[in-house]
């Protein structure tokens, strides 16, 4: 089913969809690492138990306990890895309202094309080109709406992305370093046949691993730089906030005339510069004024 829905996916938003689906099967296997880590760890206290010797029992007991939460953030940074991948599907989606809009003026363009080459003289040519100006316009303010989106959702979503990234490195670097203190603390001296070994005498210092783990976890903070954006001068239709909707599509109308005027949109030169026509298809500042 993923593969047929992967099939329908517009032109445009194959390659990211392709991606976000990929980020989804590692993102799973973050979680499936956190989980059987977790499982070694609590299989390492239990064998330390079982060797009746009490430094490795007390030392494989805490370092189980440390090791369990180097795996929880494995499951943190998932999660994290999965609000980087949410964002990065608004931009997909973005693409996916974008594609119908690149369809049909493509649909206007090719239609022109057909038209010119059966009958050059159809006076439908002018309806297509009027219809080639609106499709323009609603193309600008689309592109534009996904280049705004695109360039704010990627900052953001690697924003997140690598900052899990130093997030899950620094407090796993600092679970390991407490949890070599425990290590260090274990006597491999040995010894000969019948000897007995000393009892434990670092118990006490061995709970004060925890604790110091415990306040270093409780005591983190981020040390990354902020990356700026202009996410803030973005409206709610993608544009910048300091322009309406309305502006927004007067501008392009503008913009698409201009354009198919100069036959800069495909399909289009021909019949607007065409000197068997006096005046243009649409209305213009000349024809208005």
């Known amino acids: 089913m993923s593969s047929l829905r992967g099939m329908q996916q517009p032109e ?25 880590s977790q ?5 390492l206290s239990d064998w330390g138990e079982s060797t009746e010797d009490d430094a490795l029992s ?8 440390l090791l369990a939460e180097v795996a929880e953030q494995e499951d943190v940074f998932a999660q994290n890895l999965e609000d980087s991948r949410g964002v990065l599907k608004q931009i997909r989606n973005t693409e996916q309202s974008v594609q119908p809009s690149r369809n049909h003026k493509q649909k206007i363009q090719d239609e022109i094309q057909k038209l010119k080459y059966k009958e050059p ?7 297509l080109e009027q219809e080639l100006v609106r499709a323009e316009a609603q ?19 690697y924003d997140v ?7 899950r490195a620094e407090k796993q670097i600092l679970l390991a370093q ?20 000393p009892a434990f005498a670092n118990a006490e210092e061995a709970r004060e691993v925890l604790n110091d783990a415990e306040e270093g976890l409780r005591n983190w903070q981020r040390s990354t730089e902020p990356i700026q954006s202009t996410a803030g001068k973005v409206g709610s239709n993608a544009m910048p906030s ?29 019949s607007v510069q065409s000197s068997e026509r006096a005046d243009p298809p649409y209305p213009t500042e000349q024809t208005t004024a």
């Open 139 to 157: 193309s600008l303010v689309a592109e534009a709406q996904l280049t705004n989106v695109t360039r704010q959702k990627f900052k953001e979503a």
């Open 39 to 43: 499982a070694v760890a609590s299989q």
């Open 58 to 65: 007390d030392l494989s007991d805490k370092l189980g306990v």
């Open 121 to 127: 003289e159809s006076t439908k040519l002018v309806t």
């Open 242 to 270: 300091t322009a309406d909707s309305v502006e927004a599509n007067e501008q392009a109308m503008q913009v698409a005339q201009e354009r198919v005027n100069a036959g800069s949109v495909d399909g289009t030169t021909e």
């Open 178 to 197: 407490q949890a070599r203190r425990l290590v260090g603390m274990l006597d491999d001296s040995p010894i000969v046949p019948g000897e007995e070994r």
């Open 12 to 36: 445009l938003s194959k390659k990211l969809y392709k991606l976000i689906k990929q980020q989804n099967h590692v993102i799973g296997a973050y979680e499936s690492a956190g989980r059987e």
């Open 161 to 167: 992305h690598t900052a899990a990234i130093i997030e």
